[in-house]
């Protein structure tokens, strides 16, 4: 499975962005796709999820505001932000889950900075 995450960039507090994930290679063994984030000198953290059968899972502090859906059974998935808050600033990973495995596919980050 390889995973192409794009979409980041700088904006102001208040505004949107939409980052996309595009899946490719071994998609039917996907059973969960994720957004996580790391901002400076913390910890990776789970943002928003979407499972297979289209169940979703968000982090406390980004529910309401972002919204993670998907292009296709698993070909892509989207993580639309608004009300974006300088604390979401952090690099953005999109991930892949393969049940079947237990492995955990990466791709590479993408930069989110809200300036304030």
């Known amino acids: 499975v390889q995973l192409q995450a794009s979409g980041g960039g700088l904006v102001q507090a208040g505004g949107s962005l939409r980052l996309s994930c595009a899946a490719s290679?071994?998609?039917?063994?996907?059973?969960?796709m994720a957004w996580y984030r790391q901002a400076p000198g913390k910890q990776r953290e789970l943002v928003a999820a979407?499972?297979?059968?289209?169940?979703?899972n968000y982090a406390g502090s980004v529910k309401g505001r972002f919204t993670i859906s998907r292009d296709g059974p698993k070909n892509t998935v989207y993580l639309q932000m608004n009300s974006l808050k300088s604390e979401d600033t952090a690099v953005y990973y999109c991930?892949?889950?393969?049940?079947?495995?237990?492995?955990?596919?990466w791709g590479q980050g993408t930069l989110v900075t809200v300036s304030s």
């Open positions: 979407i499972a297979s059968g289209g169940s979703t």
């Open positions: 290679g071994s998609i039917d063994s996907i059973n969960i």
């Open positions: 991930a892949a889950n393969v049940e079947a495995s237990l492995t955990v596919y």
